[in-house]
């Protein structure tokens, strides 16, 4: 079709038993190709699977076979330059094959003989799905890498720890930034189960019952790289099961971000002033000049709403569906697509922000208070005999003494701390520096040097290599 012809009016893969034509409102309602037409090369690639197993069961000649096969390429080709653009078609299906027809004509009419637009969309949202996963894990490796990077540089600066917005104890700052990561392996685990989930052939199930062409599915599988036959063609035809847990393990990478840019945003106020954001990831204020506004980090929070929303969205679709295909679904990768999208465009942004921050160590260190060594007081009088619940009350009439004084412990009228227990004061002379008091968390998993430097090693594994198929579709977990 030449530049400013009028595109050829849509072919419908159905209509023989209709008298009328569909009203342009009902159209409207039903057409999905201006969503779906991002599903064009999982379309193509099933179909040229598809041609094979047909020309397998004899319906195809080896020169028809090729024939189609070639005009495939050629449809593909039209399409990765945008003809879908301006596109009539009711969707992707319908699309693909009006522009074979075009190709290679009335042979075209073979290409669906013993499949349905039921069994394809399931085939091709999986492959999607299992392109997307592949592509969230790359992006969620990427940033778990910085967020340890700026980690193993961080190892020795010392800030306060945090419950409840109040400072806890002393730790270190990687110890903080891994906190996000390991987050983010447990994100990795869940997409490799995502993609083990969706790794099932639909193809050859035809609308429900099964085709009733002599398919060899198997060959159908290992084709396109599925893990496995679907048991039942009623089920995997309006199974969206996958689609769910895709858009859960989305959710909850949403939510990671989420807390990630919670706790930078703080970090990042005049307030903390614990860390800077570069420029390239703040944005100013339309009145205030002096504003630093950490905009990346907002809209990350903002983002998790958004995704989570999708998730509601397809669970409340779902619910109450009978087996089988029905049209409700084609609403599932509206909030799929969006969900995506939505991380792909984050993702990147948040990683940029964690390259580029800068931390302010002077300020981290003058939030260090003496209050912060209160259970290493209760520590020690433990580690005398005293039961902790009795040192817990001991340590806190210390804390409280100080606070009305306004001193730290160390200032504090030797004393009056004897007088609350006679152990105290030798042990406030031994409390030592802040490093001291982080080294005490020594135990797996602690804030010591040692335990940070083993989660450092953990993690980089954990993050090591990519979500693959195994000889024969199993799905290797990260």
């Not at 399931?122 to 799905?129: E, G, I, N, Y």
């Amino acid at each position: 079709m030449t530049d400013g012809a009028t595109p050829p009016p849509p072919r419908r893969l159905w209509g023989g038993r209709f008298a009328g034509s569909l009203d342009e409102t009902a159209d409207r309602l039903n057409r999905s190709l201006p969503l779906d037409q991002r599903l064009w090369p999982q379309d193509v690639r099933a179909a040229r699977a598809w041609v094979a197993a047909l020309r397998g069961a004899g319906v195809l000649t080896a020169s028809e076979a090729r024939t189609i096969a070639a005009g495939l390429n050629r449809v593909a080709a039209r399409l990765d330059g945008g003809v879908a653009a301006d596109a009539p078609d009711e969707d992707v299906h319908t699309l693909v094959e009006r522009l074979l027809f075009e190709e290679v004509g009335e042979l075209a009419g073979k290409l669906n003989t013993g499949r349905s637009r039921n069994d394809q969309v399931a085939t091709d949202l999986r492959l999607w799905c299992l392109d997307a996963v592949a592509e969230v894990d790359r992006e969620v490796t990427a940033l778990g890498i910085a967020l340890i990077d700026r980690a193993e540089h961080g190892i020795d600066l010392l800030l306060p720890g945090y419950t409840h917005g109040q400072r806890a104890q002393p730790v270190r700052w990687a110890y903080v930034l891994l906190a996000h990561v390991w987050p983010l392996a447990r994100d990795r685990h869940r997409l490799g189960a995502v993609a083990d989930g969706a790794s099932e052939l639909p193809l050859g199930a035809g609308a429900l019952a099964g085709s009733g062409i002599a398919i060899d599915r198997e060959k159908l599988r290992t084709a396109l790289g599925f893990a496995r036959i679907a048991g039942s063609s009623l089920d995997v035809t309006g199974d969206r099961d996958f689609v769910a847990e895709f858009l859960f393990a989305l959710a909850m990478i949403a939510l990671h971000l989420s807390r990630l840019g919670g706790e930078l945003i703080n970090y990042a106020s005049s307030e903390y002033g614990f860390v800077r954001l570069a420029d390239g990831y703040s944005t100013g204020s339309s009145l205030l000049p002096q504003k630093r506004n950490p905009d990346v980090l907002e809209l990350a929070r903002a983002k998790s709403a958004r995704v989570t929303s999708g998730l509601t969205g397809l669970m409340t679709l779902l619910r109450g569906l009978p087996s089988g295909y029905s049209k409700d679904l084609q609403e599932d990768k509206t909030y799929l697509f969006d969900a995506v999208d939505t991380l792909l465009a984050t993702l990147p942004a948040v990683r940029g922000a964690i390259e580029t921050l800068t931390t302010c160590p002077e300020r981290m260190a003058a939030a260090l208070d003496g209050g912060l060594m209160a259970t290493d007081l209760a520590d020690g009088l433990v580690a005398s005999g005293v039961p902790f619940r009795e040192a817990h009350e001991l340590v806190g009439r210390v804390v409280r003494l100080a606070e009305e004084r306004g001193l730290t412990f160390g200032a504090l009228p030797a004393h009056e701390v004897t007088a609350i227990h006679p152990l105290l004061q030798g042990l406030v002379a031994s409390l030592g520096s802040w490093e001291h008091s982080v080294e005490r968390r020594a135990t797996p998993g602690g804030s010591s040097r040692a335990s940070v430097a083993r989660q450092i090693e953990v993690l980089r594994s954990a993050l090591a290599g990519q979500l693959r198929q195994a000889p024969g579709g199993q799905i290797v977990l990260p």
